[in-house]
């Protein structure tokens, strides 16, 4: 049985790195400069253009939706509840009033400091998520996410009001509006720590997976669930608060992904995760170069795409029949 279902499964995972590969290499060409393929090799200005600004821009946006994704389906094991993500569940705006913090108390701060302390309001809000959430009951699986949801928008709205009052709005939006517009050679770099995050991610994936079966069964196998309660706290702070620091928030990802590649995965950890950071990175690819195109030479920042893409995509999840085992 396994000899076929590897066979089976080979030609589609090179299918899907070729589909990620394309997708890399258009991004590099997209954009109001026009650069041909002949002329990154000949002429020094386009190079210069895709080394300074393409390039960067396709990584970041791979780096962030791969990491967008790990972050969701790591959130949605320790939650055990598939509805809730990062930016749906306050985790993202919880990193945003830490940003607004350091803006208000260090206006020179670094983006390094500005992340740590955005990772460290991110870790305290999703802590607090994750607490109140475990307490609801386990029969009722969409409280979980209307809650984040209720979470999220207080945290969200304590936010515009102290920037309201600081006149700091137009920051505000920047942080809670994603888009690549803004990345450059030397401004993206922080984002390989995500990278980093899902090397993390994969070292622990079987014990993330016993996670998913209930805090007392999994204690029952040996599994030290504080600690890795803490770890994986940890991934999705950090993952979130690099994103809105660098970026902005970005939705949907982290939910739309992981529920996808589980309905065709299964469940075990290992298995998914080169395929919820690979479809991750692609969808964000994707939604960013349609930003690009749809109002050329102008563009649509890639959280506005994805906020119509992965809204559609979440409702045809909850209507679809689910899948069998």
Same mark, same amino acid.
């Given at each position: 049985?396994?000899?076929?279902?590897?066979?089976?499964?080979?030609?589609?995972?090179?299918?899907?790195?070729?589909?990620?590969?394309?997708?890399?290499?258009?991004?590099?060409?997209?954009?109001?400069?026009?650069?041909?393929? +002949?002329?990154?090799?000949?002429?020094?200005?386009?190079?210069?253009?895709?080394?300074?600004?393409?390039?960067?821009?396709? !990584?970041?946006?791979?780096?962030?939706? @791969?990491?967008?994704?790990?972050?969701?389906?790591?959130?949605?094991?320790?939650?055990?509840?598939?509805?809730?993500?990062?930016?749906?569940?306050?985790?993202?705006?919880?990193?945003?009033?830490?940003?607004?913090?350091?803006?208000?108390?260090?206006?020179?701060?670094?983006?390094?400091?500005?992340?740590?302390?955005?990772?460290?309001?991110?870790?305290?809000?999703?802590? !607090?998520?994750?607490?109140?959430? +475990?307490?609801?009951?386990?029969?009722?699986?969409?409280?979980?996410?209307?809650?984040?949801?209720?979470?999220?928008?207080?945290?969200?709205?304590?936010?515009?009001?102290?920037?309201? +009052?600081?006149?700091?709005?137009?920051?505000?939006?920047?942080?809670?509006?994603?888009?690549?517009?803004?990345?450059?050679?030397?401004?993206?770099?922080?984002?390989?720590?995500?990278?980093?995050?899902?090397?993390?991610?994969?070292?622990?994936?079987?014990?993330?997976?016993?996670?998913?079966?209930?805090?007392?069964?999994?204690?029952?196998?040996?599994?030290?669930?504080?600690?890795?309660?803490?770890?994986?706290?940890?991934?999705?702070?950090?993952?979130?608060?690099?994103?809105?620091?660098?970026?902005?928030?970005?939705?949907?990802?982290?939910?739309?992904?992981?529920?996808?590649?589980?309905?065709?995965?299964?469940?075990?950890?290992?298995? @998914?995760?080169?395929?919820?950071?690979?479809?991750?990175?692609?969808?964000?690819?994707?939604?960013?170069?349609?930003?690009?195109? !749809?109002?050329?030479?102008?563009?649509?920042?890639?959280?506005?795409?994805?906020?119509?893409?992965?809204? @559609?995509?979440?409702?045809?999840?909850?209507?679809?029949?689910?899948? +069998?085992?």
């Amino acid at each position: 049985m396994m000899p076929v279902e590897q066979a089976v499964g080979r030609p589609i995972g090179a299918a899907a790195l070729l589909v990620l590969s394309g997708l890399f290499v258009t991004s590099l060409f997209v954009g109001v400069g026009d650069v041909s393929i +002949h002329d990154a090799f000949t002429d020094p200005d386009a190079l210069y253009l895709i080394a300074a600004s393409r390039l960067p821009r396709t !990584l970041a946006a791979v780096l962030t939706g @791969a990491g967008l994704a790990i972050a969701g389906l790591v959130m949605q094991t320790l939650a055990r509840n598939r509805f809730v993500e990062p930016t749906t569940a306050g985790t993202g705006q919880s990193a945003a009033l830490g940003i607004l913090l350091v803006t208000l108390l260090m206006p020179s701060a670094s983006i390094a400091l500005k992340t740590l302390v955005a990772s460290l309001t991110a870790l305290a809000g999703t802590s !607090l998520f994750l607490s109140i959430a +475990h307490r609801l009951p386990p029969t009722q699986p969409f409280l979980v996410p209307l809650f984040g949801l209720v979470y999220g928008g207080v945290v969200g709205a304590a936010v515009t009001f102290v920037a309201w +009052h600081a006149d700091l709005l137009q920051f505000v939006e920047i942080w809670t509006s994603g888009e690549f517009s803004g990345v450059l050679r030397g401004r993206y770099e922080l984002l390989w720590v995500s990278a980093a995050m899902l090397a993390a991610t994969w070292i622990f994936a079987d014990r993330f997976t016993l996670m998913s079966l209930g805090r007392d069964v999994s204690v029952g196998l040996g599994l030290d669930y504080a600690r890795m309660m803490q770890i994986g706290l940890v991934i999705i702070s950090v993952v979130t608060a690099l994103t809105v620091v660098i970026v902005g928030l970005i939705p949907f990802v982290g939910l739309v992904v992981p529920n996808m590649v589980s309905r065709l995965m299964g469940d075990n950890m290992r298995s @998914a995760i080169p395929w919820v950071a690979g479809s991750g990175a692609a969808l964000v690819l994707v939604c960013d170069i349609i930003g690009r195109l !749809l109002r050329f030479p102008y563009e649509i920042p890639v959280g506005t795409v994805l906020g119509v893409v992965g809204a @559609a995509a979440f409702l045809w999840l909850l209507f679809r029949r689910p899948a +069998h085992a």
